[in-house]
């Protein structure tokens, strides 16, 4: 009987553990998931940056723009 309840013990022990594991395999989930998203949103915002970087460049040496008058005109 005594090897029964043995088994029994670690049977639970064992199903106590896996559940522990899988919560945290969801939460480790749901982690990644939101740090994917944040990479994502950062990965946008940069190529926005960059293309607005490239613009000011461009229209910075842009030679058709006229100069304007010096200040004691």
Request: aromatic share 4%; hydrophobic share 35%; glycine share 2%.
């Amino acid at each position: 009987m005594s090897d029964v309840n043995d088994l029994t013990g670690r049977l639970e022990a064992l199903e106590i553990r896996v559940a522990y594991q899988d919560q945290t395999i969801e939460d480790l989930n749901a982690t990644i998931t939101a740090q994917w998203q944040e990479i994502e949103r950062l990965q946008r915002l940069l190529k926005r940056l960059e293309e607005q970087v490239n613009e000011s460049l461009a229209s910075a040496g842009a030679p058709n723009l006229p100069e304007p008058p010096p200040p004691h005109y």
